[in-house]
């Protein structure tokens, strides 16, 4: 059973969102050369704090295992999930995956961006340009009527055909109440496949795209993905509302409205 939110719902999962795109924005100002991922995710909950938010990432539960950072930092061939670590110091030429998910009064927003430190090849700003470009053809495809396949096929289609691979294994999602609702939103697929969208519906899209082969393993962490190949992967997110007219993107940066919260 998808979710369909009402109008109040709406209204909060509009001030998580925000939230969680400020704390974003905060995050990749701060990313540079000689930071370590461990002082931006100190940086991320702070962040949060400051915005009476807190993070939905930190000891989230995956059976016994619960996350123990809260933001997800991923570096290079590190796909997501990636764990901030004082010993993991950011050097030029790195790519930085952030990947923020905040909970404010019961709802949640969830947001990603791939940045990078200083100055890269021309085949990683490619990687990003184009992981980028899916997001957006994606999200133009979240349109009541639509089905998930037609999301799904459209970040395939665009990533494939500039010669990169969509991971397989992890997906983008609902999201509302909890971080990770139904519909499940895989990046690869059949147009006019999967569920309907409707109206009041709030999906988290995120193409995660490889510059090599789509396999990818977990560490021993049990949490961290990388990529099988060791070449490395981007990844960008957006929470979208589904409305009767154009998709909305839930997660912008903005000062707290008058009177909200």
């Given at each position: 059973?998808?979710?369909?939110?009402?109008?109040?719902?709406?209204?909060?999962?509009?001030?998580?969102?925000?939230?969680?795109?400020?704390?974003?924005?905060?995050?990749?100002?701060?990313?540079?050369?000689?930071?370590?991922?461990?002082?931006?995710?100190?940086?991320?909950?702070?962040?949060?704090?400051?915005?009476?938010?807190?993070?939905?990432?930190?000891?989230?539960?995956?059976?016994?295992?619960?996350?123990?950072?809260?933001?997800?930092?991923?570096v290079n061939d590190e796909v997501v999930h990636g764990?901030?670590?004082?010993?993991?110091?950011?050097?030029?030429?790195?790519?930085?995956?952030?990947?923020?998910?905040?909970?404010?009064?019961?709802?949640?927003?969830?947001?990603?961006?791939?940045?990078?430190?200083?100055?890269?090849?021309?085949?990683?700003?490619?990687?990003?340009?184009?992981?980028?470009?899916?997001?957006?053809?994606?999200?133009?495809?979240?349109?009541?009527?639509?089905?998930?396949?037609?999301?799904?096929?459209?970040?395939?289609?665009?990533?494939?055909?500039?010669?990169?691979?969509?991971?397989?294994?992890?997906?983008?999602?609902?999201?509302?109440?909890?971080?990770?609702?139904?519909?499940?939103?895989?990046?690869?697929?059949?147009?006019?496949?999967?569920?309907?969208?409707?109206?009041?519906?709030?999906?988290?899209?995120?193409?995660?795209?490889?510059?090599?082969?789509?396999?990818?393993?977990?560490?021993?962490?049990?949490?961290?993905?990388?990529?099988?190949?060791?070449?490395?992967?981007?990844?960008?997110?957006?929470?979208?509302?589904?409305?009767?007219?154009?998709?909305?993107?839930?997660?912008?940066?903005?000062?707290?409205?008058?009177?909200?919260?």
């Amino acid at each position: 059973m998808i979710p369909v939110k009402t109008e109040a719902e709406i209204a909060r999962m509009r001030e998580a969102c925000r939230i969680a795109a400020n704390v974003l924005a905060g995050l990749r100002a701060a990313v540079r050369e000689g930071v370590t991922t461990y002082e931006l995710d100190q940086l991320g909950r702070d962040l949060m704090m400051e915005e009476g938010a807190t993070s939905a990432c930190y000891n989230y539960r995956v059976g016994s295992r619960r996350f123990p950072a809260y933001t997800c930092i991923s570096v290079n061939d590190e796909v997501v999930h990636g764990i901030g670590s004082p010993r993991r110091v950011l050097r030029n030429g790195d790519l930085v995956s952030l990947d923020v998910a905040v909970s404010y009064q019961g709802f949640i927003g969830d947001n990603a961006c791939t940045v990078p430190v200083g100055e890269i090849d021309p085949r990683a700003e490619k990687l990003l340009r184009v992981t980028e470009e899916a997001l957006q053809i994606g999200i133009d495809q979240a349109r009541s009527g639509n089905r998930v396949g037609d999301i799904s096929n459209a970040v395939q289609r665009h990533v494939e055909r500039n010669g990169f691979s969509v991971v397989r294994e992890f997906v983008g999602h609902g999201v509302g109440r909890s971080m990770h609702e139904e519909p499940q939103i895989p990046n690869f697929g059949r147009r006019g496949s999967g569920p309907r969208l409707k109206p009041g519906m709030t999906l988290a899209i995120e193409p995660m795209v490889n510059m090599g082969s789509a396999a990818v393993r977990v560490l021993d962490d049990g949490w961290t993905v990388v990529t099988r190949d060791h070449q490395p992967s981007a990844h960008f997110e957006h929470t979208v509302l589904i409305t009767a007219n154009e998709p909305e993107i839930l997660t912008i940066p903005a000062p707290r409205a008058v009177g909200a919260g």
